[in-house]
Nanobody, 120 residues
Framework: VQLQASGGGLVQDGGSLRLSCAASGRFFSSNYMGWYRQAPGKQRELVASITSSETTTYVNSVKGRFTISRDNAKNTVYLQMNSLKPEDTAVYYC???????????????WGQGTQVTVSS
């Protein structure tokens, strides 16, 4: 199982970006998918998460600006980021809890990280 993230880049203050993360390989289910970020000198933090029933959570600092969604048929999670601010600058990582088979316990998988830079 692999997670492949894409969509990062350089954008000006107030701009938008859309991140994507696709899970590939053979597995049974991915109930939980999320996006984390890590800025230089800071701990990695959960930005947003979504379950297979599309229950979502957001860190307070992005509420109203970011939207997480998923396409279960494509095993892909998205993060639409609007009204970006310089403090959103970080490496963004996707994460998923995946059951490889119906009998196995969920295991966390991480994508490779994609850089988001917001210039002022």
């Amino acid at each position: 199982v692999q997670l492949q993230a894409s969509g990062g880049g350089l954008v000006q203050d107030g701009g938008s970006l859309r991140l994507s993360c696709a899970a590939s390989g053979r597995f049974f289910s991915s109930n939980y998918m999320g996006w984390y970020r890590q800025a230089p000198g800071k701990q990695r933090e959960l930005v947003a998460s979504i379950t297979s029933s599309e229950t979502t959570t957001y860190v307070n600092s992005v509420k109203g600006r970011f939207t997480i969604s998923r396409d279960n048929a494509k095993n892909t999670v998205y993060l639409q980021m609007n009204s970006l601010k310089p403090e959103d600058t970080a490496v963004y990582y996707c994460n998923a809890l995946i059951k490889v088979t119906i009998a196995t316990t969920p295991r966390a998988y991480w994508g490779q990280g994609t850089q988001v830079t917001v210039s002022s």
